[in-house]
């Protein structure tokens, strides 16, 4: 089964730093009709964030899921819908023991994909990354996807580096207008 996977702050939403509060979730224009064309072709849709701000001692993983939750129903309320969200929230330099840690989770390791693949049935050579950062690139040519860099939250810094994405797309529309209109794998 093909999958897209997104990257949350800086794809989907507004890169804004750290978000600690649900209130500061703001949608990226046209994310959520993406995500609703996605859907229409065949795709399943999950979204794969790190979330350091956990391990870092700055939010709860109850507050985390409150933001999730937030942009969740404003995806919704578009009528866009995800099939789930991989969450790290470890980080190597946190301040919180059971989350301070080198894991496999961490973009721009491969653990989230492949334990999004393994519980879902996803060949992982079918699906897509899709990421404003070199972390996110990787990480999906990790696990065997393809990626492709969105110009959104980072990417203007990340395209001005050698990423190695397929495509670059200016949003997150035009990376899935770009991926729908059949291009070559």
Not at 15 to 21: L, N, R, S
Request: hydrophobic letters at 40%; a negative charge.
């Amino acid at each position: 089964m093909k999958a897209v996977f997104l990257d949350r702050d800086g794809t989907i939403v507004v890169e804004k730093g750290y978000i600690t509060v649900a209130d500061d979730i703001e949608l990226i224009p046209g994310a959520a009709d993406a995500i609703i064309r996605l859907r229409a072709a065949g795709w399943k849709i999950y979204v794969a964030t790190n979330q350091g701000s956990v391990g870092k001692g700055m939010i709860t993983e109850e507050e985390l899921s409150a933001i999730n939750f937030r942009m969740l129903s404003m995806l919704g309320a578009e009528g866009a819908e995800l099939d789930g969200i991989y969450v790290c929230p470890h980080h190597p330099n946190g301040s919180v023991p059971e989350y301070t840690m080198e894991c496999e989770c961490r973009k721009p390791r491969p653990g989230l994909l492949e334990r999004a693949a393994s519980e879902n049935d996803l060949d992982l050579s079918q699906c897509v990354m899709i990421g404003d950062t070199i972390r996110d690139l990787e990480a999906g040519r990790s696990a065997g996807a393809r990626a492709i860099l969105v110009l959104t939250g980072h990417g203007p810094d990340t395209a001005a580096l050698d990423h190695g994405a397929e495509h670059v797309a200016a949003d997150l529309a035009a990376a899935v207008q770009w991926l729908l209109d059949g291009t070559p794998k």
